[in-house]
């Protein structure tokens, strides 16, 4: 197995062992998404109107759960150093992780997030567009997120720092997402929503792991 | 293979404490290097200068590899094996998923030997890592570096938590490694009993 295969794989069987982070990202997820309609009330219209917003607001925020997690045991219990010093560049350590992230945490949100919808009346077609907008947008959300990670990962607190520094960041993702949503349910076309998604989440995706390696490496030289 | 690692005037500052200046050594291969110094001389921080996570204010680290001498971070650090004072241990990974791991992400393939050798062989392999004591973690901690095949050790404190033939079985892991060519840089207030330099801080 390479390298990269090996710390992909290691990093999902932690997340799936430590049984915490997907399962507590999936159960805010829902919370969210039951409670928004207890609040908002029983106006079918309304809560169909808001579901793209509502949904990928709490899935994002529901992502943040673990994010902060991604480098920061690996720093406190020494395996970082043991990981920069391999043949692995730094670059392909900080994909590797988000890929498991998002294996561990944006992929079960996604597949959860049309069971969501049925609470917020939404018709099929938005619900698929929802889906689609997700499945492109979450590996924006934890390659964004990485950034805020590694920027943080010495910091005591820095959990409570990373949702301030990343959620700006994000905003484009929310925007593009929901919005196609919102597009598909006026019966216009996602297309042009999804396609600044998918571009937003390329960009985050190809640029994300040079920044989280610059700050690992400033980290771990501090 | 390894030929030397050289270290010419280092200086190295943290916060607003100057830890040292003008700091020179040289180490050849099959040579062993002990680094002492009170708490907080900065044995540590020179060990992570000498990995390349850190870098010298002042000075520069050469390392030279058959005929070729270099003084690149990064290349250097492909070299090294580190054994620092945390153990980098998974409690949720077994003794051999561990090993596997650090093997495979250094390249090369984990063997059920090594951890005999250490003391952690048959029924321990397959325990998780929450199970060991802090002696068993280090014994792992040693097996992962006989495992990385690097030729530069840089070693924090080697003889922690380990029990008597768990300090003979290190002492006897240094001394076979310095006989077969590599290089042993140990932060210690223990004697590494190689016959080596020391370095005080």
Known sequence: MSPFATLLVRDVKLAARSGGSAALALSFFALVATLMPLGVGADLRLLARIAGGVLWVGAVLAALLSLDRLFQGDYEDGSLDLIALSPLPLELTALAKIFAHWLSTGLPLTLLSPLLALMFNLPPVPTLVLFVSLLIGTPAVSAVGAIGASLTLSLKRGGLILPLLILPLLSPAVIFGAGAVSASMDGLGAAGGLELLAAFAFGAVLLSPFATAACVRLNLGG | ?201
């Open chain 2, 1 to 201: 293979m390894i030929s030397s690692l050289t270290a010419e005037k280092l200086a190295l500052v943290r916060g607003d404490k100057k830890l040292f200046e003008g700091l020179s050594f040289r180490v050849r291969a099959g040579q062993a290097l002990a680094v002492e110094g009170a708490n907080g001389a900065g044995k540590t921080s020179l060990l992570r200068l000498l990995a390349g996570f850190l870098t010298p204010h002042v000075g520069r680290i050469l390392v030279k590899t058959g005929d070729v001498e270099s003084d690149e971070a990064e290349e250097r650090g492909r070299l090294v094996g580190w054994l620092g004072h945390l153990d980098g241990l998974k409690p949720q990974l077994t003794v051999f998923e561990q090993l596997s791991f650090f093997a495979h992400l250094y390249g090369r393939e984990a063997d059920r030997a090594v951890l005999d050798t250490v003391g952690l062989g048959g029924a321990r392999a397959d325990l998780p890592c929450r199970y060991l004591s802090a002696g068993q973690k280090r014994r792992l901690a040693l097996a992962r570096l006989l495992t990385s095949q690097r030729p530069l050790w840089l070693l924090d404190e080697p003889f922690a938590a380990l029990d008597t033939s768990g300090q003979g079985l290190v002492a006897d892991l240094m001394a076979r490694h310095c006989s077969s060519g590599g290089i042993i840089i140990a932060a210690t207030h223990d004697p590494l009993g190689l016959g080596n330099e020391s370095l005080k801080l």
